[in-house]
């Protein structure tokens, strides 16, 4: 069976909206703007550096959206959107401080990792590449707000930057954070991630893998006060039974048998 972050870091939140996910089939309706625009400004920066029309490419893919019912945030809306990400794409080329070679071989780059019993774990990377001179992995991140990055060090705590690493063996990675405000804002967080990151990854591999093998899949609320991750979770009409809040939020489609999200890349 094939393995992602997305699945690890999921079990790891909810074993049981793991299997409402990846067993059952349950998928989350494609309505968040902000997901939907980070999707189409990835491709942007692809284009980027291929040397071809960032701007036109991210109107090109954002436009597929603009007459569609997505929901939207913080007072955004879909020309909001769209001026910020030209913002973002105009900052980053003045900003000149990522080179990426081979463009094509080094962006979204696939990697698989064989783990026990036959099973393998697949990662995409967003780019593999030099900041400000210095090889680096690369992740790229789009947001209404800024990342934090006191206490020092914070960014090393990653969990996803720790996967990147340890599948590609990578210590010096970055997230590029394109903030999205009224004055564009770009933030380069770097962080080194160290040989025992990666093998206690390993290790978590391992056994959430042998954990999902045995069924293991009890639920997990997440109703703390004043943190409620049960309410931003797209499954919670399902651990209610509450159709008309399923009917809002997912689609039933082929559910372990089913492998097209192998082609969905990592959030």
Request: proline share 4%.
């Amino acid at each position: 069976m094939t393995f992602s972050y997305t699945q690890v870091s999921q079990y790891l939140r909810c074993p049981r909206s793991y299997r409402f996910r990846y067993l059952d089939g349950w998928r989350e309706k494609e309505s968040r703007a902000a997901l939907c625009f980070g999707r189409c400004f990835e491709k942007a920066l692809a284009a980027f550096f291929e040397d071809e029309d960032a701007g036109a490419v991210l109107f090109k893919e954002w436009g597929a959206y603009r007459d569609v019912p997505l929901e939207y945030s913080h007072g955004d809306d879909w020309e909001r959107l769209l001026r910020q990400g030209i913002g973002l794409l105009e900052q980053f080329a003045r900003d000149n401080r990522i080179r990426i070679r081979q463009p094509q071989h080094n962006m979204q780059k696939k990697l698989i990792r064989p783990l026990a019993n036959g099973n393998e774990f697949v990662a995409y990377v967003d780019g593999i590449g030099h900041l400000d001179g210095n090889p680096r992995l690369l992740e790229w991140k789009t947001s209404s707000a800024r990342y934090p990055e006191q206490p020092e060090g914070l960014t090393s705590l990653d969990l996803q930057l720790v996967c990147y690493s340890w599948i590609t063996g990578i210590s010096d990675v970055a997230i590029v954070a394109f903030v999205r405000k009224r004055v564009p804002e770009i933030q380069y967080l770097l962080a080194s991630i160290t040989d025992e990151q990666r093998r206690e990854f390993g290790q978590v591999v391992e056994a959430t893998v042998s954990q999902i093998e045995s069924a293991q899949f009890p639920t997990r609320p997440g109703i703390r006060f004043p943190q409620n991750g049960c309410v931003s979770c797209a499954h919670l009409g399902l651990c209610l039974g509450n159709q008309s809040l399923i009917d809002s939020k997912l689609i039933r489609q082929p559910g372990a048998s089913d492998l097209d999200w192998l082609n969905v890349l990592d959030e």
